[in-house]
């Protein structure tokens, strides 16, 4: 593995190692650091990276967007013919099982796929046309075209929980390259190596097609230096982020006070509540806890859907429920987490929350608290009071966790779910007679989350052209948006009209012929026919 990586920035299909810092990936599951050294960009290399970028952008433009849908198709043959040496690489780098790595390729290249058919079909440019009316009185209307376009180049960062799905080949990626940007990729330090692998791939792939090799880079190095130097850099137009509020929010704020703003869409988690109404809980108690322990530990609790609040009414039911799932949690074992900085993060979170008045623990798994890269599954349980009034019962602790708040009245629930900051799912159980009663819950749910779910559990993001991920801030910072799903190419596009041009200066898709076949609004009537003059 270690002769097939080289540790370098890849900059426009070009190894660059022009700096002198440089990091290792470390395997959490043993601590052990693994060759080789990857090596931080410098600012130059940013720079170079970015101009590369921007010129590709511009010729990126005249070339026919499907080509788009064949390099996302070739980008998805590289990534499966890396078969088990990405697969072995990012199991060392993450710890994560390998069954679980196999199924996030599969997600990967099937929504690099699902892109490419998008551009395909064509619709999504939104193409919409009013033709001329030159005798209209008493002014005559212009001929007017308008579509979406690439917002430019695009800067992404490698999310730490998800090394395929979210990373270097990722659902940003894809939809910025769907969306016709040039995109500069800065890699996760947690799982460089998988990055590398990755970025080779789609350097293939863009050489296959003979396309611009400045339309892909990959940067190594922090957030803190690298990351702020590329949202600040005045030829990145859009950025696609994934991890912790702080560091969202830090990328956020650095864009903000750039001379031209730009648009920052960071992800940054949730608490995820859940609402247990009491005829289902009182109907469906075991399968209840069992789905929710299920969704709480999934993947040592390292999702940004992980079910971290639990609000149900005070009742014999619900004590029921606190003992069964207290014995799921007291059953359960620890596992490796992603990297020492979540391990650490989640373990002084669950400390803090064993100090908190108000605060039990009513489950907690098995094994040394302090075990190499362990996390401990627990459940914590308090009161509808203490939660309104606690605000660090609010947070997101991301982990295998899950406080189950006992509310004391139908009114302290609704005053628990008005309190909720923005979020990206929010659940009900209920049966069929409580939905009506309980009208004004899903009501306000709906203004505090992106995703709302009936039945289930959070956990689980199906990557479909309907799916949403997203949320009012602080889950994200654009709530209009999504980062899964067809829909977040609209992330990186922009709306431009064109007023009586010529028409071999349009693009294909606003041209009389139609050549690409999309369907088109056209004088207000959506149609794949031509415009006859």
Known sequence: MNRILHGKNIIA??????????TRAVNPATGEEMEPDFI?????????????AEKAQVDMLRINPLARARLLRRIAEEITALGDSLIERCRLETALPEARLISECARTVNQLRMFADMVEEGSWVDARIDTAIPDRKPQPRPDLRRMLLPLGVAAVFCAGNFPLAFSVVGGDTAS??????????????????????????VKRAVAAENLPSGVFSLLHGPGATIGVQLVTHPLIKAVGFTGSRRAGRALFNAAASRDEPIPVFAEMGSINPVFLLPEALRKRNEPIAQGLFASATVGVGQFCTNPGVVIALDSEELDELTRRMGRLFSQAQTGIMLNERILTAYRQGSSRLRTEENVSLGGEGAGAAESGGSGRPALFTSDGRTFLENPLLREELFGPCTLLIRSRDREQMMRIAASLEGQLTASVHAEEGEVEEYAELFTVLRCKAGRLIFNSFPTGVEVCRSMHHGGPYPATTDSRFTSVGTAAVYRFA????????????????????????????????????????
């Open 13 to 22: 299909g070009e190894p660059s190692a022009a700096g002198r810092e440089s």
């Open 40 to 52: 931080h960009a410098i600012e130059a290399e940013v720079q170079r990276a970015a101009e590369r």
């Open 176 to 201: 910025a390259l769907a969306g016709g940007c040039s995109v500069i990729v800065k890699a996760h330090g947690s799982h460089p190596g998988t990055a590398e692998l990755a970025a080779k791939a």
């Open 494 to 533: 922009r709306p431009v009209c064109f007023q009586d041009f010529p028409e071999s200066t349009l693009p294909p898709e606003l041209r009389d012929a139609n050549p690409l076949g999309i369907l088109r609004q056209l004088n207000g009537v959506y149609t794949r026919d031509s415009i006859s003059r």
